[in-house]
Nanobody, 124 residues
Framework: QVQLVESGGGLVQAGGSLRLSCAASGGTFSRLIMGWFRQAPGKEREFVATISRTESITYYANAVKGRFTISRDNAKNTVYLQMNNLKPEDTAVYYC?????????????????WGQGTQVTVSS
């Protein structure tokens, strides 16, 4: 089965940057549509960004558009989330997700594989 491992989270001051990485194994990475989700304490898991299999078509939540960039390197079986101009409201556990479903969109229930999550904390 597909296994996903996130890394790169940490503590950063507002306005700073972090780059999250998600390494995939156990599957054909190029066949997977990848996504990033986040979940803050007491809140539901919310969509952040998604990227297509090979065309690198991307889509972002309005809350992060213009600040975050999702990318992938199929040769390295890795997807990234570059986060710039971080805000305190970005504080959450960030999860990498994957699916072979077509057009999974922003619905977390349509993603079948999940990483353990990495904590991102943005201080003011």
């Amino acid at each position: 089965q597909v296994q996903l491992v996130e890394s790169g989270g940490g503590l950063v001051q507002a306005g700073g940057s972090l780059r999250l990485s998600c390494a995939a194994s156990g599957g054909t990475f190029s066949r997977l549509i990848m996504g990033w989700f986040r979940q803050a304490p007491g809140k539901e898991r919310e969509f952040v960004a998604t990227i297509s299999r090979t065309e690198s078509i991307t889509y972002y939540a309005n809350a992060v558009k213009g600040r975050f960039t999702i990318s992938r390197d199929n040769a390295k079986n890795t997807v990234y989330l570059q986060m710039n101009n971080l805000k305190p409201e970005d504080t959450a556990v960030y999860y990498c997700a994957a699916t072979m479903r077509i057009l999974p969109g922003t619905d977390h229930t349509r993603y079948d594989y999940w990483g353990q999550g990495t904590q991102v904390t943005v201080s003011s």
